[in-house]
């Protein structure tokens, strides 16, 4: 929690405009040159808002994703949903015209987010019905249900790959680009659509927190405990990949996040869920708000996509830890 | 009172895996399911469990036809321990608290830290009780999860082959806890077991399995050397020692 509080005072700070520190002070409280009050307010404090929303939200998918489908490798992207919203994204941008890039003096925007956003988070909900009405009426098991929306995720894949293929350079750039996880999209309209699913899903998974404690017993055990296994997997997998699909609709693609999230936390704090959902929720948001600040740094006056910065930060740490993990894990 | 009635199942309609089975286990009963692997003994728990609906006949619990049962409702008659103890990532007092689970609903009360206090006394499980279960050996994962379906409360306790993967001071222990479950605490236990032994020396009654079928229905009194050898297809010598009877393999 407190390197939560020191990452988002310093986030305030730290940007590409060459804002002063001083200056930074003067714009939160609304004294001095109007563009820092803008840059603070409509720029960097929605960006900040928003790692730390799209962190919760990818953490705690992950963490739910991996015990309902009994598998440490399970995360946010599983169902296919992340590639599902690349290919509805591509399709509004491609084929329907949603989003010619432009570029104002360095700054590249989609012209019709919206429009794309929607066509994202459609194709991720459509996937996420798709693999688990499959799993409910063919009565799959949690392991086969998770191999069916690799299998899916491979499949819209390669429909979004034809599809890129005969597009033309502006449209190709500018699907390229949107799938580049970024949280310099965020808004404080764009905020309020994920925070209120996420807040929502992070009360329901807390609260159910015993009965996802049940499910490490087996699924004899946790049935035997009053649990009803299908509902329970269902919901807790359509909440889950709901908070994936909106996040990759709102921000393109930030990887790793929801694997290493509940993978840290686990051999932190252990699996007893009303603990490890909040420390998970907690890890995501300070280490997307830490790779957001890096994004913005690291090249001195260029902001890269945090997507990328995630996950070139995130899969060294991730086989460390599969080198590292305890017997127990295995 | 779990009635097992005519009960016939099978995966595809061509091959039963269990036939027309009756049986009945009374209130304060130790039964056990007695045959070699693949007889249908973890398939009649199942259905017990209403993990599998039989192709014919009725699986009564407390006369309650458990097809109507919900899971809600059958957590509150009938508690399982498993035959493979997964380690949980959770402390010994954590998983044993989840047996309380069908009664505190969403977040433990007193009364739900008060049984877990009673049962780590009872079970002697207060020196482990902070331990990670992917640290305890086989034979206290094994006291762990009797702990936490004892806990659950239930009239009935089933049990899948609790001693199979133990040494012998654990499957001793794990008899013994067993028989004050059901001698001391009144509860009803079924259980399916290979030791033979064990069996003798645990049931009020034996359901003697073969072929898919119920061979016999005996106790430990009554059972015969060519019981046995029916089922099993080996031959034995049943001797009584301190009015104990023990199975002697040739």
Redesign the interface.
Same mark, same amino acid.
């Not at chain 2, 997964?86 to 402390?91: A, M, R, S, V």
């Given at each position: 929690m407190a390197a939560l509080i020191i990452l988002f005072i310093a986030s305030i700070f730290i940007g590409t405009s060459g804002m002063s520190f001083l200056d930074g002070l003067k714009a939160l409280f609304r004294i001095g040159d109007e563009t820092n009050i803008i840059i603070i307010y409509n720029i960097r404090l929605p960006r900040i808002l928003a790692a730390i929303i799209a962190g919760i939200a990818l953490a705690i998918s992950g963490t739910i994703m991996q015990t309902v489908s009994n598998n440490d490798m399970a995360s946010p992207s599983t169902l296919g949903v992340s590639n599902a919203a690349v290919l509805g994204a591509n399709i509004a941008i491609i084929i329907l015209g949603g989003g010619i890039i432009s570029s104002h003096g360095g700054i590249v925007d989609i012209s019709n987010p919206y429009v794309v956003a929607i066509f994202a988070f459609g194709f991720a909900l459509l996937a996420t019905l798709l693999v688990l009405g499959l799993a409910h009426f063919k009565k799959f098991r949690p392991s086969t249900t998770i191999l069916i929306g690799v299998a899916m995720g491979t499949f819209f894949t390669g429909l979004t790959t034809i599809i890129q293929y005969f597009a033309n350079d502006t449209t190709l750039s500018s699907a390229i680009y949107w799938s580049f996880g970024d949280l310099g999209r965020a808004s404080y309209d764009t905020l309020l659509i994920l925070l209120i699913p996420t807040a929502l899903s992070l009360i329901f998974f807390v609260i159910f927190s015993y009965r996802y404690n049940a499910l490490l017993l087996g699924d004899d055990s946790a049935k035997t405990l009053g649990i009803n296994l299908k509902l329970f997997r269902f919901i807790s997998l359509l909440l889950a990949s709901m908070l994936c699909g909106l996040t990759v609709s709102l921000f393109g693609i930030i990887g790793f996040i929801g694997l290493l999230a509940p993978q840290i936390m686990k051999r932190l704090v252990g699996n007893d869920h009303k603990i490890l959902i909040i420390t998970s929720a907690l890890f995501g948001a300070v280490v997307l708000l830490l790779c957001d600040i890096l994004a913005k740094t690291i090249l001195g006056g260029l902001s890269l996509p945090v997507g990328a910065i995630t996950s070139i930060i995130g899969a060294p740490i991730f086989i460390v830890i599969l080198l590292t993990r305890g017997k127990k894990h295995d | 009172m779990i009635e097992f009635k005519n009960v016939t199942f099978s995966y595809d309609k061509k091959k039963n895996v269990i036939k027309d089975v009756t049986f009945t286990l009374n209130d304060g009963e130790c039964a056990i399911l007695l045959g070699p692997n693949g007889v249908g003994k973890t398939t009649i728990l199942r259905c017990i /469990?209403?993990?599998l609906k039989p192709t014919s006949g009725t699986v009564l619990i407390n006369n309650k036809d458990n097809k109507g049962l &919900?899971? &809600?409702d /059958?957590? &509150?008659a009938?508690?399982?321990v #498993?035959q493979?103890i997964?380690? *949980?990532? @959770? *402390?010994v007092s954590? *998983?044993i608290l @989840?047996?309380r @689970? #069908?009664s505190?609903d /969403?977040?433990?009360k007193r009364e739900d830290y008060i049984a877990l206090n009673d049962v780590l006394n009872e079970f002697s499980l207060n020196e482990i009780k902070d331990k990670?279960t992917?640290?305890i050996s086989g034979g206290e994962k094994q006291k762990v999860?009797i702990a936490?379906a004892y806990i659950?409360n239930t009239s009935t306790i089933i049990f899948d082959e609790p001693t199979s993967n133990l040494d012998i001071k654990a499957q001793v222990m794990i008899a013994s806890l067993i028989k004050k479950i059901t001698k001391e605490n009144k509860r009803s236990t079924l259980i399916s077991m290979h030791d033979i032994n064990l069996a003798l020396s645990l049931a009020d009654k034996l359901i003697l399995l073969k072929d898919e079928q119920i061979y016999k229905i005996t106790t430990p009194k009554e059972i015969t050397s060519e019981d046995l050898e029916t089922i099993y297809g080996i031959k034995t010598t049943i001797k009584e020692i301190d009015g104990r009877k023990v199975v002697i393999y040739e």
């Open positions: - | /469990l209403g993990e &919900k899971n &809600k /059958l957590s &509150k009938i508690s399982f #498993p493979n997964n380690g *949980t990532d @959770l *402390t954590e *998983t @989840l047996g @689970l #069908p505190f /969403l977040f433990p990670n992917f640290e999860a936490r659950q």
